[in-house]
């Protein structure tokens, strides 16, 4: 089944969300199992935190500050940051129900987010060997603007990507992101020059997950 219920959690703090992302993930297995059952789709905004994911390496870590919590997480990628003006997308779904490997989800997150931002004129593209939207990929202007870390477990997927929008990019500056000492990390408020409605761009998102995966959505906050 590819029904889909997606969220808008506002603003939540890390912990609370991974809990709530734990609890939906073992409704989706328990429920599929049985032949019926919803997927979840779930946005939300996080206060300051950096998460380093299974394989992370603290090394990446280069200042440690009182503004932002630290947090080890059971995702895949390294060390990323989360905060006030970035969208964090967690989607909670079996791959099955859309017909899709790990591989091709993966693919499948970042055109949602090369769609999204191409709304707004910026030609976002894949960098091999380094899952996540680029801007200006292979050339030495080459930044970052999502960040894509998953967990995958019997086949039902959790945690996801963050859209940079109206981010604060200074607090990039205490770590390496994603382990990365030579690349650099934007916005979409740094490319187009001006501040986004973050309503306008959630609803983008949510359009091209229908799109790109062919999500039917049923709305409940």
Same mark, same amino acid.
């Given at each position: 089944?590819?029904? &889909?219920? #997606?969220?808008? #959690?506002?603003?939540?703090?890390y912990r609370t969300a991974w809990?709530?992302?734990?609890?939906?993930?073992?409704? /989706?297995?328990? *429920?599929?199992?049985?032949?019926?059952?919803? !997927? %979840?789709?779930?946005?939300?905004?996080?206060?300051?935190? %950096?998460?380093?994911?299974r394989r992370g390496n603290e090394?990446?870590?280069?200042?440690?500050?009182?503004?932002?919590?630290?947090?080890?997480?059971?995702?895949?990628?390294?060390?990323?940051?989360?905060?006030?003006?970035?969208?964090? /997308?967690?989607p909670v779904i079996r791959l099955?129900?859309?017909?899709?490997?790990?591989?091709? %989800?993966?693919?499948?997150?970042?055109?949602?987010?090369?769609?999204?931002?191409? *709304? %707004?004129?910026?030609?976002? @593209?894949?960098?091999?060997?380094?899952?996540?939207? #680029?801007?200006?990929?292979?050339?030495?202007?080459?930044?970052?603007?999502?960040?894509?870390?998953?967990?995958? /477990?019997?086949? /039902?997927?959790?945690?996801?990507?963050?859209?940079?929008? !109206?981010?604060?990019?200074?607090?990039?500056?205490?770590?390496?992101?994603?382990?990365?000492?030579? @690349?650099?990390?934007?916005?979409?408020?740094?490319? *187009?020059?001006?501040?986004?409605?973050?309503?306008?761009?959630?609803?983008?998102?949510?359009?091209?997950?229908?799109?790109?995966?062919?999500?039917?959505?049923?709305? &409940?906050?």
């Amino acid at each position: 089944m590819r029904e &889909t219920q #997606w969220m808008d #959690w506002g603003t939540l703090d890390y912990r609370t969300a991974w809990q709530r992302q734990e609890a939906l993930m073992q409704q /989706v297995q328990q *429920t599929h199992r049985d032949g019926a059952g919803r !997927n %979840y789709l779930l946005l939300v905004e996080h206060p300051h935190v %950096y998460t380093l994911g299974r394989r992370g390496n603290e090394a990446n870590i280069v200042h440690r500050t009182e503004q932002a919590e630290f947090i080890r997480v059971d995702r895949g990628g390294d060390i990323t940051y989360h905060g006030p003006g970035q969208i964090v /997308v967690y989607p909670v779904i079996r791959l099955e129900s859309f017909g899709l490997g790990i591989r091709e %989800y993966v693919h499948g997150l970042e055109e949602v987010v090369i769609s999204t931002i191409g *709304t %707004y004129g910026i030609n976002g @593209k894949r960098v091999p060997k380094a899952i996540g939207v #680029w801007i200006d990929a292979g050339t030495p202007a080459e930044r970052k603007i999502c960040a894509i870390g998953v967990r995958c /477990v019997h086949a /039902v997927t959790m945690h996801g990507f963050a859209l940079n929008v !109206n981010t604060d990019l200074t607090f990039f500056d205490n770590i390496h992101p994603c382990g990365f000492t030579d @690349k650099a990390v934007t916005s979409l408020e740094k490319e *187009t020059g001006v501040k986004q409605d973050m309503a306008s761009v959630k609803r983008l998102i949510v359009q091209n997950f229908a799109e790109t995966f062919g999500m039917e959505f049923i709305r &409940t906050d």
